[in-house]
């Protein structure tokens, strides 16, 4: 068995999610980062792989610019799929292209900046049949799959869903995700779908 190939978009120096996927990716042994485009300042980019020890011929101006070359490559060298960790309003584009050029996504949540570019990257996936993957990681931490387990079980009676429904609401009306700090609109979205997967929000027979 050989390592998976990873190439990264965003995550340069200054960030602080790419180094926190990185790690990640490190955990198993099994993934190997060998390209990326760091950066929309080139120079960052540079830096970035310098310092993560990558071939110089495979850090890349652009991510169009790293799809292409990159799918070019003979399939024994080219990435096996990429991992998408720019800012929030920069999520959709590169998923896009990365389906497009045969490369399955582990992409940062959120998905998408709103609901219609969703659709579309659903579309796109069913299309090409591509793994698709967005890190709502929570979800496998031991201590939420006990509780997941506690509440499904009835252990601690009936529970009410009218704060996650409001809360919900509230993350609906927000416009304009970008123009928001990251870290805020991500919390938004990683709370409801943490909140989601422990209550069983759907047809879970303990959550009112």
Same mark, same amino acid.
């Given at each position: 068995?050989?390592?998976?190939?990873?190439?990264?978009?965003?995550?340069?120096?200054?960030?602080?999610?790419?180094?926190? @996927?990185?790690?990640?990716?490190?955990?198993?042994?099994?993934?190997?980062?060998?390209?990326?485009?760091?950066?929309?300042?080139? #120079?960052?980019?540079?830096?970035?792989?310098? #310092?993560?020890?990558?071939?110089?011929?495979? !850090?890349?101006?652009?991510?169009?610019?790293?799809?292409?070359?990159?799918?070019?490559?003979?399939?024994?060298?080219? !990435?096996?799929?990429?991992? !998408?960790?720019?800012?929030? @309003? !920069?999520?959709?584009?590169?998923?896009?292209?990365?389906?497009?050029?045969?490369?399955?996504?582990?992409?940062?949540?959120?998905?998408?900046?709103?609901?219609?570019?969703?659709?579309?990257?659903?579309?796109?996936?069913?299309?090409?049949?591509?793994?698709?993957?967005?890190?709502?990681?929570?979800?496998?931490?031991?201590?939420?799959?006990?509780?997941?387990?506690?509440?499904?079980?009835?252990?601690?009676?009936?529970?009410?869903?009218?704060?996650?429904?409001?809360?919900?609401?509230?993350?609906?009306?927000?416009?304009?995700?970008?123009?928001?700090?990251?870290?805020?609109?991500?919390? #938004?979205?990683?709370?409801?779908?943490?909140?989601?997967?422990?209550?069983?929000?759907?047809?879970?027979? #303990?959550?009112?």
């Amino acid at each position: 068995m050989k390592k998976l190939k990873m190439g990264m978009i965003g995550g340069g120096i200054g960030s602080f999610i790419g180094a926190i @996927h990185r790690n990640a990716a490190n955990l198993d042994n099994c993934i190997e980062l060998v390209s990326g485009s760091f950066s929309s300042d080139f #120079n960052n980019s540079l830096e970035t792989g310098k #310092n993560l020890y990558i071939d110089p011929k495979r !850090i890349y101006k652009s991510y169009d610019e790293m799809f292409f070359k990159e799918s070019n490559l003979d399939s024994k060298d080219r !990435i096996d799929f990429v991992s !998408i960790v720019t800012p929030n @309003h !920069i999520h959709f584009d590169p998923a896009l292209k990365a389906l497009e050029n045969g490369f399955p996504v582990i992409i940062d949540k959120p998905m998408t900046y709103d609901t219609e570019q969703a659709e579309l990257l659903v579309k796109k996936v069913n299309e090409t049949s591509l793994p698709f993957a967005v890190t709502h990681t929570y979800t496998g931490y031991p201590m939420v799959k006990e509780a997941k387990s506690i509440i499904s079980s009835g252990k601690i009676g009936k529970l009410r869903k009218d704060l996650i429904a409001k809360k919900a609401k509230a993350c609906d009306s927000i416009k304009s995700p970008s123009k928001l700090k990251s870290t805020f609109f991500c919390f #938004n979205i990683s709370t409801a779908s943490l909140i989601c997967f422990v209550l069983l929000v759907r047809g879970c027979p #303990n959550v009112e």
